[in-house]
């Protein structure tokens, strides 16, 4: 018996290695070998970043390289590692070595060309191309799919929903609103046919749809307006994107192009200032303020900051638009869908070049134009003083560099690094923009001059007196308003760098406050700003009366430590001589009587017919309509350990285990394999401008075939009209979401919104105009039974109102709510230690500000401390992606709508309104307003009674908690 087992044995090993009568075949030979040995560790697992359960991946190899090397077995890994006598290189690494028949049969299968059965990774549903179903005859195609799944168990749809109900649910679906009670009068009149047709048309085209909706893609994108981490730093130029995505959903943008201005707006479409405002969703998460302004790239810590900002890109685009774990494959290739890790770096190496920054446009596209034609035409001016200064003599050139040299070393003393520290203006596209800075002396107090520290920055090579104003003026007021100023400076001549030197300003005076107005900007490489490093108030002893003054500004640029407005007077500064305006006024005086002896008349008079051009220009450029700004994912040039890229993309390799100390291969961008509507690998060359590379994945992730482009947001907007998704793991397409049980009508809705050329006004109307959406609420206990998900859609799914909805209708009931469209959001807290870490304080805010009582969509998203009473309601947590919130039953929300100051404020509020009314119809009245359906006798009765024995307060205090309130039926 022994004997016959070693012949077979013997025989197996040789017939694999030779030619071999029956070819060895993966899923009988091959397949049993792998599941029994190797399995446990590369299945998934992924140890290594190897998988050997998936077919792609099984020949993709992991973090060592490709396993299998097709007809060639000797140059395989995974033959090399099961076949090793090194017990520290053998694989497995514990338990029995693979036999030699066993060893045979996978080099003979390597040998034979590696060969996979297609059904060895069956394709998931969701990465399939989108299947054009047949809907039942007769009835509207969205109700024959879900009778079609009803039918299977014997049921139907229920009845309609009451009229009252019904308006009250598609009113707050699609402008976050309830109905006012003319709308609801009129349309409980109204019996004619299309009536609640008109009514989805009307709350299509209300400017409220779009407010509504885009807080919803809010969540999606985790946008705030702050940056999040310990610091938790303002971004006061967040907002524009928010507004953008109002005009966006209102104007009823095709979904596509939606998709690609948030991607890649501006290559794409130049010139369309929404589609600048639409790359904030790139920057809309959190970011690691000292990781970028403090911690240079050079770091590793700065390396970790810049690659999880990639990171929270390229998951922010997979999640919202295809709904994709793509983050998954960042250690490793994706254990559960056919992602690998390489392709997750392509996807990075997209965003390569670009950082989140406030980008500067104009929102009026001629404008921009005319600005754009200027600066080129004043390059071209400067081109030619260039030409002209390159003539001159040598030895004369020599004369003038030294003079130059004397203007920037008057008083010069070593660097030093607190000269990096201080005020810096916003930048500006035109020279003439002013900006002023001033501090408070707390008292009324005598000085005798004033001396400007410059600063020093080595942005674009400036170094000594980066950003010192070039024309400026001093004044000082008794009050912070100077609306009384005495002129104590000014200097009216462009001023030449003074390099580190401090310049004194013969000043002499008393006052309390003192006032820096910058009304020249000095030239960076294509804007303009102003900085300071320290403005010293002196005494006749020489004693700094503003050290450590509160300081403030028309305008600065808060990146701490390095620059921040308090940091003016914060005595760190150069400790170079003083250096008088008059001085460097008479070194410019030299500089330019040195050159009229090194020019020709003919390129004299060329000069000043140029600067005299150049000055023409700049004017018309300082003219200009004040640029808008957006924070947004952008190319950045900066300075100091916030350097940017200035376009030029960063290398992106596979980082082992994600770790950016181990680089390995290096990528160029690209999509994901697992979709096939359109090659993966977008074929950019280094040299291309970084722009095509957003612009590549744009057009990929939004291509009519992409089938998850499609099916995600059908599904969305399905799940946020319903409550319940066709597939209710909406931002998880992959094996480990789960599967829907209706893939027609999600398919259906798919492709009717691709049919519809992307128009999400369209989906809407479909969904809500079909017997589905109407549908009753009112359970049904024998389907409840067997159905309590309610996931065959036998009923309408009764829907909390969310945080934003609740706290608009109080507002609106009180007869408080602000409908201002846009711009800046409100605040509802104080701001207290706002140089550091600021603390955003929510109980020092009055709910009786006004400037608080906009609809919620405005409101200053903080990151860090959310707000309280929204919070307790369910609010979307701004550091997550939120696909779907939370709905949770608490005690705390009981007594925030019952007690908290905002519910006191907007019932006593409602209370006054329904003072006003009689009596006897003021019960009645609140219960129509507050619940959108007439009171019943009973109710008015008992109410009545509460409002007569309590007063009105009271009773909108009790309506505000009844649950007909806070869900819609």
């Not at 597939?727 to 492709?751: F, I």
């Not at 701004?878 to 019932?907: C, K």
């Amino acid at each position: 018996m022994l004997v016959a087992s070693l012949f077979l044995l013997l025989h197996q090993a040789g017939a694999s290695q030779g030619s071999p009568a029956q070819p060895v075949d993966f899923q009988r030979d091959i397949q049993p070998i792998l599941a029994k040995n190797c399995l446990s560790c590369h299945g998934d697992k992924a140890r290594g970043g190897l998988r050997l359960d998936l077919a792609k991946q099984l020949l993709a190899g992991g973090e060592s390289g490709p396993s299998v090397v097709p007809g060639k077995p000797d140059s395989s890994l995974l033959l090399k590692k099961i076949s090793s006598t090194d017990l520290a290189d053998r694989m497995p690494p514990r338990g029995d070595p693979l036999r030699p028949a066993e060893i045979a049969l996978v080099r003979g299968w390597i040998a034979a060309g590696a060969k996979l059965p297609a059904q060895t990774e069956p394709a998931w549903w969701a990465f399939l191309p989108l299947a054009r179903p047949t809907a039942p005859p007769g009835q509207h195609p969205v109700d024959g799919f879900i009778r079609k799944a009803l039918a299977v168990k014997g049921w139907d749809l229920s009845p309609p929903a009451e009229k009252a109900a019904l308006l009250r649910r598609v009113t707050f679906d699609l402008t976050g609103l309830p109905p006012s009670p003319a709308e609801i009068t009129g349309f409980l009149a109204d019996q004619s046919p299309g009536a609640f047709e008109r009514v989805v048309e009307r709350l299509l085209a209300s400017p409220a749809y779009g407010e509504r909706w885009a807080r919803l893609w809010l969540d999606l994108v985790h946008y705030a307006d702050t940056h999040g981490y310990d610091k938790d730093q303002p971004r006061p130029n967040a907002w524009p994107y928010r507004d953008h995505l109002i005009r966006a959903l209102n104007a009823d943008m095709p979904y596509d192009r939606f998709a690609r201005e948030q991607i890649a707006g501006d290559v794409l479409y130049p010139g369309d200032p929404g589609a600048i405002e639409a790359l904030g969703m790139l920057s809309a998460g959190p970011w690691v303020l000292i990781g970028h302004a403090e911690v240079p790239e050079t770091k590793i810590d700065g390396r970790v900051a810049r690659h999880l900002d990639r990171d929270d890109m390229v998951g922010t685009v997979i999640t919202s638009f295809l709904g994709l774990t793509a983050q998954c494959a960042q250690c490793h290739n994706h254990k559960f869908d056919p992602i690998p890790q390489e392709e997750y770096y392509r996807l990075q190496a997209v965003f390569a070049a670009i950082d989140r920054a406030d980008r500067r446009y104009f929102a009026d596209p001629a404008v921009a134009r005319q600005d754009q034609e200027l600066n080129e035409k004043i390059a071209a001016v400067q081109s030619g003083v260039a030409q002209i200064v390159s003539r001159r003599v040598p030895a004369i050139d020599q004369q003038i560099r030294t003079a130059r040299a004397e203007a920037e070393s008057l008083g010069k003393s070593p660097r030093s690094p607190a000269a990096e520290y201080g005020w810096h203006s916003p930048i500006e596209n035109k020279a003439g923009a002013v900006h002023w800075v001033q501090v408070d002396l707390g008292t009324a107090r005598p000085f005798s001059r004033i001396i400007l520290e410059p600063c020093w920055d080595d942005f674009a090579n400036i170094g000594a007196g980066f950003g010192f104003p070039v024309r400026w003026k001093l004044e000082a007021s008794e009050t912070a308003d100077f609306k009384k100023a005495i002129l104590l400076f000014e200097q009216q001549a462009d001023l030449v760098n003074p390099g580190i030197s401090p310049v004194v300003a013969p000043a002499m005076g008393k006052a309390r406050f003192i006032r820096l107005t910058v009304t020249r900007l000095r030239a960076r490489e294509s804007d303009f700003i102003a900085a300071v490093a320290e403005m010293r108030v002196e005494d006749a002893t020489g004693k700094n009366l503003a050290l450590g003054a509160p300081v403030t500004a028309s305008g600065s640029i808060e990146a701490p430590p390095r620059w921040r407005a308090s940091n003016l007077t914060d005595g760190i500064h150069h400790a170079g001589k003083p250096v008088m305006p008059e001085q460097l006024a008479a070194v410019q005086k030299k500089i330019a009587a040195l050159e009229s002896q090194v020019l020709s008349a003919a390129d004299q008079k060329r000069m000043v017919e140029l600067r005299t051009e150049l000055d023409q220009m700049q004017a018309r450029r300082d003219a200009l309509p004040k640029p808008a700004v957006v924070y947004c994912g952008t190319v950045h040039s900066g300075s100091g350990a916030f350097k940017g890229t200035s376009g030029k993309p960063r290398p992106i390799t596979v980082l082992r285990r994600g770790n950016v100390t181990q680089p390995g291969k290096p990528v160029t961008p690209g999509g994901l394999s697992l979709l096939t509507h359109a090659p993966a690998d977008f074929l950019i060359e280094a040299s291309q401008p970084e722009g095509e590379r957003r612009a590549a994945l744009a057009r990929w992730v939004t291509h009519p075939d992409n089938p998850l482009f499609w099916r995600v947001i059908a599904n969305r907007v399905w799940r946020w009209h319903t409550g319940r998704g066709l597939v209710e793991t909406p931002s998880d397409y992959g094996r480990q979401g789960q599967l829907s049980p209706h893939p027609e009508l999600l398919d259906h809705l798919a492709l009717y919104l691709r049919d519809q050329k992307g128009s999400l006004k369209a989906l809407h109307r479909h969904i809500l105009t079909s017997a589905t959406y109407r549908q009753s609420s009112a359970d049904i206990p024998d389907h409840a039974a067997l159905d309590a998900g309610n996931t065959l859609f036998w009923r309408a799914n009764r829907q909390k109102l969310d945080s934003e909805q609740l706290r608009d209708t109080m507002l609106l009931l009180s007869g408080k709510l602000d409908r201002t469209m846009y711009g800046p959001g409100f605040k509802d807290f104080v701001v207290e230690k706002p140089e550091h870490s600021p603390h955003y304080q929510y109980h020092l805010h009055d709910p009786e500000d006004p400037k608080s009582h906009r609809r919620t969509v405005y409101r200053f998203v903080v990151r860090s401390q959310q707000q309280p009473f929204l919070t307790c309601l369910d609010c979307a947590d701004a550091s997550m992606l939120v696909d779907r919130r939370n709905e949770s039953i608490t005690p705390q929300q009981a007594l925030a709508l019952l007690n908290s100051r905002f519910a006191l404020v907007m019932a006593r509020h409602f209370g006054e309104r329904l003072g006003a009314l009689d009596p006897a119809k003021a019960a009645s009245q609140a219960v129509f307003e507050a619940l959108g359906r007439p009171a019943t006798p009973d109710e008015a009765r008992l109410l009545g009674s509460l409002l007569r024995n309590e007063g009105a307060p009271a009773l909108a205090r009790l309506l505000f908690n009844l649950n007909e309130f806070t869900y819609l039926d």
